[in-house]
């Protein structure tokens, strides 16, 4: 079946079959790469993307139950029109909120739908609030730092959505 979905502002389609996963959609369908899968399962929120503007572990669901949906955004969304990083992205660099990487795609995005909901968040509740993400790399602590030195930007500067 065809899948049509707007994703980063732009309509995409692919052919796939029903059972395929928004991730895999995502990933092969349209080569967007960014997202990644580390567990499949729910579990580690690498895969998280937003759709219509909710944060959503994209491994849970059905590529065709996206469909005439907004995907804002994959991480290939984030940076600013110019090219340069969000503010959130930025944070992450400056803060050393990543090591490895793999994580990163979706800690930005979980992150981001945390500051567009509640843009001064207190340390507690980002580290609530990223708790369905796993890190193996950075024991967390950078990623909290990173999340509340972008705590209070614009959030339209947040992502280019
Ligand atoms: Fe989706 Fe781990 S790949 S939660
Ligand atoms: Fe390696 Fe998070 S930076 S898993």
Redesign the pocket.
């Known amino acids: 079946m065809k899948v049509t979905m707007t994703v980063n502002g732009r309509p995409m389609s692919a052919e796939t079959e029903g059972r395929t996963l928004l991730?895999s959609f995502l990933r092969d369908g349209l080569g967007l790469t960014g997202t990644?899968?580390?567990?499949?399962?729910?579990?580690?929120?690498?895969?998280?993307v937003h759709v219509d503007g909710e944060p959503v572990?994209?491994?849970?669901v059905l590529a065709q139950d996206v469909a005439g949906k907004s995907v804002t955004t994959t991480i290939e969304g984030m940076a600013n029109k110019d090219g340069s990083l969000s503010v959130i992205q930025q944070a992450f660099q400056d803060h050393h909120g990543l090591q490895c990487g793999f994580c990163t795609p979706?800690m930005v995005m979980i992150s981001a739908a945390l500051l567009n909901e509640k843009p001064n968040p207190t340390e507690e509740e980002v580290r609530h609030y990223l708790k369905?993400?796993?890190c193996r790399c950075t024991g967390y602590h950078n990623i909290v730092k990173a999340v509340m030195a972008a705590a209070g930007a614009d959030s339209r500067k947040l992502a280019a959505e």
């Open positions: 991730s990644h899968v580390g567990c499949d399962t729910t579990q580690c929120g690498a895969c998280t572990k994209s491994c849970t979706g369905g993400n796993i």
